[in-house]
T-cell receptor, first 110, second 112 residues
Framework: RKEVEQDPGPFNVPEGATVAFNCTYSNSASQSFFWYRQDCRKEPKLLMSVYSSGNEDGRFTAQLNRASQYISLLIRDSKLSDSATYLCVVERSGYSTLTFGKGTMLLVSP | DAGITQSPRHKVTETGTPVTLRCHQTENHRYMYWYRQDPGHGLRLIHYSYGVKDTDKGEVSDGYSVSRSKTEDFLLTLESATSSQTSVYFC???????????FGPGTRLTVT
């Protein structure tokens, strides 16, 4: 299994839709998890951290399933401005670094 | 936004020439990172630093060197640029090893 794996998409959804992204990771010892978003030709920006109990920030909900080694991101009521690439990020345990997934592209249309 | 700047923002250079990219932070974060991003590969770690004069290799370090003489500055040097090093280079910072990272705006490097 790759360190961090994501469906590359693109996911094409209409405004107002709910969309979910999943990400699997290989290192069961990883303790830190994040979702980033990256707009075209821009730097990645932190969207939210992912906590064991799950966490929500407005329309965004992140969940962690340690047993199955995957994390998810749910976006409700999609906006045009949500169009971006979403990167799953996992601690690379023992290496003082993070591993970034290749990203899932989301396109929200009117 | 975190105070991270990169210079230059764009550069075109010829094969075989040395190139140095600079990352500057005003956040006093301990960790600094250099990544490259290419289509189909995502973000790949080149080198990182965990303190002044303390650096380590990432997954794609061949052909690159780094230096950190001050907390706020992290330099990436391509000793002899090759066309395969054409890429977008991002610098990032974090407080701790497993903490969230904050990215600079990136440098677009083209090696002809």
């Amino acid at each position: 299994r790759k360190e961090v794996e994501q469906d590359p998409g693109p996911f094409n959804v209409p405004e107002g839709a709910t969309v979910a992204f999943n990400c699997t990771y290989s290192n069961s010892a990883s303790q830190s998890f994040f979702w980033y978003r990256q707009d075209c030709r821009k730097e990645p920006k932190l969207l939210m951290s992912v906590y064991s109990s799950g966490n929500e920030d407005g329309r965004f909900t992140a969940q962690l399933n340690r047993a199955s080694q995957y994390i998810s991101l749910l976006i409700r009521d999609s906006k045009l401005s949500d169009s971006a690439t979403y990167l799953c990020v996992v601690e690379r345990s023992g290496y003082s670094t993070l591993t970034f997934g290749k990203g899932t592209m989301l396109l929200v249309s009117p | 936004d975190a105070g991270i700047t990169q210079s230059p923002r764009h550069k075109v250079t010829e094969t075989g020439t040395p190139v140095t990219l600079r990352c500057h932070q005003t956040e006093n974060h301990r960790y600094m990172y250099w990544y490259r991003q290419d289509p189909g590969h995502g973000l790949r770690l080149i080198h990182y630093s965990y303190g002044v004069k303390d650096t380590d290799k990432g997954e794609v370090s061949d052909g690159y060197s780094v230096s950190r003489s001050k907390t706020e500055d992290f330099l990436l040097t391509l000793e002899s640029a090759t066309s395969s090093q054409t890429s977008v280079y991002f610098c990032a910072i974090s407080r701790g090893a497993s903490d969230e990272q904050y990215f600079g705006p990136g440098t677009r490097l083209t090696v002809t």
